[in-house]
């Protein structure tokens, strides 16, 4: 497999030819390593009609959820503090939507970006860690100590809403969701991993563990759950409600960029789709 400049060189010549036979064309990047995904949106989008579903379609409809469940918690966004157990490209696009959102709600920059926290597979991203951070991870390392397991970060962040992208099943282990329970009234729990296989936990265990005060939402789908008296319908967090509706949006608006002004606006529209039987 090409790499380096034969790889740049590959890309650069399919963009350019595609926006020459193509002039309408959106072009989107579908599974692209956390090495190759920001760098080549952040290359190219200024220049084509182009986005990245892995990291822009799943931040919107992660933040879409996140609005939703505010009803349900009865707070705001503002008052949320989120761990993230996956620092690649889709939990650093979610979190960079966080505080894309935050900002418009009135909240200075850093102190919306002190509200996002993530792991990676070496443990909490912290400035003590900066220098070895990909550069898409470091505006998330804050000042604090390092944290290699997710169960001590949960209790010392005291997280209100905990995020998997990490593609490591059971990675909510029973502890964590305990924690996570003890430390909210309703802690927001979002396993998106795919497929369910890969999922950090399962929506029954979710339940289970917190004693039903999840707000749940996963990935794939996971079946009804029947428990402590009462019948829970996971919900799904999956980039299908964004991802068709983005790209019709950039067409019919005949758009010649995909700002993230434009998918913070599909996210709130997403959000206000929720209906109160949904929730």
């Given at each position: 497999?090409?790499?380096?400049?034969?790889?740049?060189?590959?890309?650069?010549?399919?963009?350019?030819?595609?926006?020459?036979?193509?002039?309408?064309?959106?072009?989107?990047?579908?599974?692209?390593?956390?090495?190759?995904?920001?760098?080549?949106?952040?290359?190219?989008?200024?220049s084509v009609c182009t986005f990245n579903d892995d990291i822009q379609g799943t931040a919107a409809v992660v933040l879409a959820g996140i609005i939703a469940a505010q009803t349900l918690k009865g707070t705001t966004l503002e008052s949320e503090?989120?761990?993230?157990?996956?620092?690649?490209?889709?939990?650093?696009?979610?979190?960079?939507?966080?505080?894309?959102?935050?900002?418009?709600?009135?909240?200075?920059?850093?102190?919306?970006?002190?509200?996002?926290?993530?792991?990676?597979?070496?443990?909490?991203?912290?400035?003590?860690?900066?220098?070895?951070?990909?550069?898409?991870?470091?505006?998330?390392?804050?000042?604090?100590?390092?944290?290699?397991?997710?169960?001590?970060?949960?209790?010392?962040?005291?997280?209100?809403?905990?995020?998997?992208?990490?593609?490591?099943?059971?990675?909510?282990?029973?502890?964590?969701?305990?924690?996570?329970?003890?430390?909210?009234?309703?802690?927001?729990?979002?396993?998106?991993?795919?497929?369910?296989?890969?999922?950090?936990?399962?929506?029954?265990?979710?339940?289970?563990?917190?004693?039903?005060?999840?707000?749940?939402?996963?990935?794939?789908?996971?079946?009804?759950?029947?428990?402590?008296?009462?019948?829970?319908?996971?919900?799904?967090?999956?980039?299908?409600?964004?991802?068709?509706?983005?790209?019709?949006?950039?067409?019919?608006?005949?758009?010649?960029?995909?700002?993230?002004?434009?998918?913070?606006?599909?996210?709130?529209?997403?959000?206000?789709?929720?209906?109160?039987?949904?929730?």
């Open positions: 497999r090409l790499r380096g400049e034969g790889y740049d060189a590959l890309i650069d010549e399919f963009v350019l030819a595609a926006k020459e036979r193509y002039p309408g064309a959106v072009i989107q990047f579908e599974d692209f390593g956390k090495s190759n995904a920001f760098r080549l949106l952040n290359k190219y989008r200024e503090t989120f761990l993230f157990h996956g620092a690649g490209s889709a939990g650093v696009g979610i979190a960079n939507l966080i505080v894309s959102a935050l900002v418009q709600n009135g909240m200075p920059e850093q102190q919306a970006r002190e509200r996002c926290w993530l792991m990676d597979s070496k443990g909490l991203l912290v400035k003590s860690r900066i220098d070895s951070l990909d550069d898409f991870k470091r505006p998330f390392a804050h000042d604090h100590e390092v944290i290699v397991d997710l169960h001590t970060a949960v209790e010392r962040i005291k997280p209100t809403a905990l995020i998997g992208v990490s593609m490591q099943s059971g990675a909510f282990s029973p502890d964590i969701l305990r924690t996570m329970a003890e430390n909210n009234t309703r802690p927001l729990i979002m396993a998106l991993s795919n497929p369910t296989t890969k999922s950090e936990c399962t929506a029954e265990e979710a339940y289970k563990y917190t004693h039903g005060k999840a707000i749940f939402a996963s990935g794939s789908p996971f079946p009804t759950v029947n428990m402590f008296g009462k019948t829970y319908v996971p919900g799904q967090g999956n980039n299908a409600y964004i991802f068709p509706g983005v790209g019709l949006g950039i067409l019919a608006a005949g758009a010649r960029h995909v700002t993230d002004e434009m998918v913070l606006a599909a996210a709130m529209a997403l959000s206000e789709m929720v209906t109160q039987e949904d929730l």
